[in-house]
C-alpha cells in the first residue's frame, strides 16, 4: 500500500503547533520597539528637501529697465546653463538697482548642497563679466531649516557688548554637543565711536570736514555706517578692529602743516563710545535681550540632543551673574518629549477602554487578547521603524 502522504499544515496550525516559536518571535519584536522607542530619532517635523533658491543682485543707481538688460537678463541665462534648473520654475523680477531671480531645481536631483555650492562659487566668477557697478550677487538657499531652540539673554544693566560675551560663551559650550548644528544670534547692537565736530575749532584750524573724513579712511575708518557729525552735516564712520579704542581715535592726526605742527581729532571734535539710535530691537520681558536660535543637524534625535544642552545650561546658569536672565522662548525637544509621553498615555487609557468594554460582552480570556493586539501592533511597528532608520515625527 502506497503511504499516504503527510497533509500540508495551514500557516495558522504551523503557528499554533509550533505556538512557542511565534511567541519567541512577538516577544523579540515587542522589545524592540521597546528599545526603538527610547532610541528612536524623533524630531517634530518629517525632514524634507526644499529645492528652491532666490539669487539677489545690487546695482545702485540703475532704472529698472538698465537693471533688466544689463544685469537680470545676462544672469538668467547664466542661471539656465545649469541643467539642473527648472527654465519653466525660474522666475525674475526687475526693480530700481535690484533684481530678484527666484529658482526651483528638478526633482531628480538627489545632491542639493553640492549644487548650491558649485552654483555660488560660479556665480561669484560671473560677476565679473556683469558692469563695474553691481556691488553684490547674493544666493539664498536655506529655507528649511528650523529652530529647535530659541533661548533669550535680558539683562536690565549689563550692555550689549556684554550680553554678547556670555552669549559666545554659551555659544563655545554648546557647540561640543555632537547633534547641535548652526546658531544663530538675533538682536545684538553694535556700539560705535562717534565723533562730534566743533564748527568754532574746523575754523580756526581751516580744515574742513571732507579732509577729517579723507584722513580718517586712511587711517582704517570704514565709511558705510556711523556718522561724522556737527550741526548742519553727518557723514557715515565706524572705526575698524585696528582702532577700536577711544585714545587711539582722540590722539588720530588728521593735519599737519609745513611747520610741523599737526592738529589730532581731539583737538577739534569730541569722540565718545556710545550705541547708535535704534530702529530695531529684541526685548524679552520687557527687557533688551539677545535671542538665539539652535538648529539640529539632520539626523539627529531631538529629545537627546534637548537633554545634552539643558544640562550645559544648568552649568552656565552657575556662571554668570544673578542680573543676567535666560529664558527659553521655544523647545522643540520639549514640545516632542510632551507628544510621547501623551501618545503613551493615550495607548494607556485606549487598551484598558478595550478591555472593559469587550469583557462585558466576551470572555475574559478572549478580552485580554483582543486588547493585547493593540500594542503589540505598535511597538512591532516601532521597532520596525527603529531598523530602518525612520523617525519618529
Known amino acids: 500500500m502506497e503511504?499516504?502522504?503527510e497533509k500540508k499544515m495551514s500557516l495558522q496550525e504551523w503557528s499554533m503547533h509550533y505556538r512557542q516559536i511565534i511567541i519567541l518571535?512577538?516577544?523579540c519584536m515587542v522589545a524592540l520597539g521597546?528599545?526603538?522607542?527610547?532610541?528612536i530619532n524623533k524630531n517634530e517635523f518629517p525632514d524634507f528637501t526644499i529645492r528652491q533658491g532666490i539669487v539677489v543682485a545690487v546695482y545702485p543707481g540703475v532704472t529698472a529697465q538698465e537693471m533688466e538688460e544689463q544685469v537680470t537678463k545676462p544672469l538668467e541665462k547664466y542661471i539656465f546653463t545649469y541643467k539642473e534648473v527648472k527654465k519653466e520654475k525660474t522666475i525674475s523680477y526687475s526693480k530700481d538697482g535690484l533684481c530678484i531671480i527666484q529658482m526651483e531645481l528638478n526633482d531628480e536631483l538627489t545632491d542639493k548642497d553640492g549644487f548650491w555650492s558649485k552654483f555660488k562659487h560660479g556665480v561669484q566668477g560671473f560677476k565679473n563679466e556683469l558692469p563695474d557697478g553691481v556691488l553684490a550677487i547674493q544666493v539664498n538657499d536655506d529655507f528649511g531649516d528650523t529652530s529647535a531652540l530659541l533661548l533669550a539673554m535680558e539683562s536690565k544693566d549689563k550692555t550689549y557688548r556684554e550680553?554678547?560675551?556670555y552669549m559666545n560663551t554659551l555659544i563655545d559650550s554648546l557647540r561640543m554637543i555632537p547633534s547641535v548644528g548652526k546658531m544663530t544670534v538675533f538682536g545684538l547692537q553694535h556700539d560705535q565711536i562717534s565723533i562730534y565736530l566743533n564748527s568754532d575749532k574746523l575754523s580756526h584750524y581751516g580744515i574742513s570736514y571732507l579732509t577729517i573724513a579723507q584722513q580718517l579712511r586712511g587711517k582704517g575708518f570704514v565709511t558705510t555706517a556711523g556718522r561724522i557729525k556737527n550741526d548742519g552735516y553727518k557723514s557715515p564712520i565706524y572705526?575698524?578692529?585696528a582702532l577700536n579704542k577711544i585714545y587711539d581715535v582722540e590722539n588720530t592726526v588728521i593735519y599737519t602743516d609745513d611747520a610741523g605742527n599737526t592738529v589730532r581729532l581731539k583737538d577739534v571734535?569730541?569722540?565718545?563710545?556710545?550705541?547708535?539710535k535704534m530702529t530695531s530691537y529684541i526685548t524679552s520681558n520687557g527687557t533688551k535681550c539677545l535671542l538665539l536660535s539652535v538648529e539640529i543637524k539632520k539626523g539627529q534625535d531631538v529629545s537627546k540632543m534637548?537633554?545634552?544642552i539643558n544640562e550645559k545650561l544648568a552649568h552656565f546658569k552657575q556662571d554668570i551673574p544673578n542680573d543676567i536672565q535666560l529664558t527659553t522662548i521655544t523647545d522643540q525637544a520639549k514640545v516632542v518629549d510632551d507628544s510621547i509621553e501623551n501618545f503613551l498615555h493615550e495607548l494607556l487609557i485606549a487598551i484598558t477602554t478595550v478591555i472593559l468594554v469587550v469583557v462585558l460582552i466576551m470572555p475574559v480570556r478572549v478580552a485580554?487578547?483582543?486588547?493585547?493586539?493593540?500594542?503589540?501592533?505598535?511597538?512591532?511597528?516601532l521597532g520596525t521603524f527603529y531598523m530602518f532608520g525612520i523617525e519618529l515625527t
Open 3 to 5: 503511504e499516504k502522504k
Open 25 to 27: 518571535l512577538v516577544s
Open 34 to 39: 521597546i528599545y526603538g522607542l527610547a532610541n
Open 163 to 165: 550680553l554678547n560675551d
Open 239 to 241: 572705526v575698524d578692529h
Open 269 to 276: 571734535a569730541t569722540v565718545k563710545r556710545e550705541y547708535p
Open 306 to 308: 534637548g537633554a545634552e
Open 368 to 381: 485580554m487578547v483582543a486588547a493585547g493586539t493593540m500594542p503589540i501592533t505598535i511597538f512591532i511597528s
